[in-house]
Antibody, heavy 120, light 110 residues
Framework: QVQLMESGGGVVQPGRSLRLSCAAS????????MHWVRQAPGKGLEWVAV????????NYADSVKGRFTISRDNSKNTLYLQMNSLRAEDTAVYYC?????????????WGQGTMVTVSS | QSVLTQPPSASGTPGQRVTISCSGS????????VNWYQQLPGAAPKLLIY???QRPSGVPDRFSGSKSGTSASLAISGLQSEDEADYYC???????????FGGGTKLTVL
């Protein structure tokens, strides 16, 4: 079935790095734009980044620009989020989501999320 | 502070109709489609309404969306206990060059 599965979360110290992965299955991954969205504990949803179907276009939230990098490997059906210079405010559940279009956020498939905790 | 403005809470009794508003600006709702997401407790968000008023397959027709100018709304008719969840509006923002969300509305079924 159509599915996204995140991995790579954990506890990390401020200033360190972490890479999240999102494995796609059940659909043609290379045909869809993909997003990362996060949710801090007890808070609302916050968009993080988007990448086009072929990886040629990327956009980031101001809160992560210059620190996070979104990428994809279509041969491995996998989406990535490289997170550098992590801060306490980056603590959140990180979701990957498939977009039915481009720059519209019609996110019809979501992963179950992976928790990232930034703490000393 | 979220770019899109939603009421933090809403409530209704079973069978009632409730509406949730979402207010934005010309750079987001005013120029781009609005999508609505439902997040049940402990679960990932789920696409509920896309492109202002379209329902994905499997979403009951009790859920409907509308948009006018720089505002949008989600209506739920025939309220059921399983509708108790957080609801978020979202849209692309041409100025911020990214997706913006509402702060979310917690719906309680009394």
């Amino acid at each position: 079935q159509v599915q996204l599965m995140e991995s790579g979360g954990g506890v990390v110290q401020p200033g360190r790095s972490l890479r999240l992965s999102c494995a796609a299955s059940g659909f043609t991954f290379s045909s869809y734009a993909m997003h990362w969205v996060r949710q801090a504990p007890g808070k609302g949803l916050e968009w993080v980044a988007v990448i086009s179907y072929d990886g040629s276009n990327k956009n980031y939230a101001d809160s992560v620009k210059g620190r996070f990098t979104i990428s994809r490997d279509n041969s491995k059906n996998t989406l990535y989020l490289q997170m550098n210079s992590l801060r306490a405010e980056d603590t959140a559940v990180y979701y990957c989501a498939r977009d039915l279009g481009w720059l519209q956020f019609r996110a019809d498939i979501w992963g179950q999320g992976t928790m990232v905790t930034v703490s000393s | 502070q979220s770019v899109l403005t939603q009421p933090p809470s809403a409530s209704g009794t079973p069978g009632q109709r409730v509406t949730i508003s979402c207010s934005g600006s010309s750079s987001n709702i005013g120029s781009n489609p609005v999508n609505w997401y439902q997040q049940l407790p402990g679960a990932a968000p789920k696409l509920l309404i896309y492109t202002n008023n379209q329902r994905p397959s499997g979403v009951p027709d009790r859920f409907s969306g509308s948009k006018s100018g720089t505002s949008a709304s989600l209506a739920i008719s025939g309220l059921q206990s399983e509708d108790e969840a957080d609801y978020y509006c979202a849209a692309w923002d041409d100025s911020m060059i990214g997706v913006v969300f509402g702060g979310g509305t917690k719906l309680t079924v009394l």
